[in-house]
């Protein structure tokens, strides 16, 4: 079985609402038609790579090629793990978690999205607290770090509420224009004070740990 030579496809995270773990193919496309109709006003970019600008059917197909490449390009020294959240089995959102290094630095990195009509009602919080739990709880992470657009305040609420601190500002180009980006830190520590999503982790086996750099 598949699954025997690649393990983390039986990680799976619950939430009070939502189930987040690798999707099928069929499952990566039903994540794909939750972009055609755009997953955030025009007039905002909130993600440093505007990959939303895309014409509706390329914006589909990339975040299936997307995910493909981050899977190809897995290795214990440089992995993301895309995963989809779920909503009475039906794809709501994507939220990854990655790592360089993660063997020797112990940090790791998340981005998410969620369809249009699923924004709003505190899916985002659950979605990285569940990959919050994985990185500390399941892999021994000594801190996670993100980042988000000025702008973009729901993302910034949600890394604030889970504990999150203020770690500088970075000044990048997006679509052609100076922004400014938040960077964002959480220490264990701070993580422990604000657990307080509900998350269940189960199929993290020992054959998984060597595949984050975590053995």
Known sequence: MLIDHWPVLGIRLR????LLRL???EE???LA???LPGVHP????PFLVPWTDLPPADRARSVVQYHWRQLGAWTPESWSMGLVAFLDDRPVGYQSLGADGFAVLRQATSGSWLGRAHQGRGFGTEMRAAVLELAFAGLGAAEAV???MAHNTASLRVSEKLGYERDGLARVVVRGAPATEHRLRLSRERWEKHRTVPVTLTGLTTDCLPLFGAA
Not at 15 to 18: A, D, E, N
Not at 42 to 45: A, G, L, T, V, Y
Request: proline share 15%; aromatic share 0%.
């Open 15 to 18: 939430t009070p609402r939502l």
């Open 42 to 45: 025009p007039d905002e970019m």
């Open 33 to 35: 038609d939750l972009v």
């Open 146 to 148: 993100s980042g988000a």
């Open 28 to 30: 990566l496309a039903g």
């Open 23 to 25: 999707p099928t193919d």
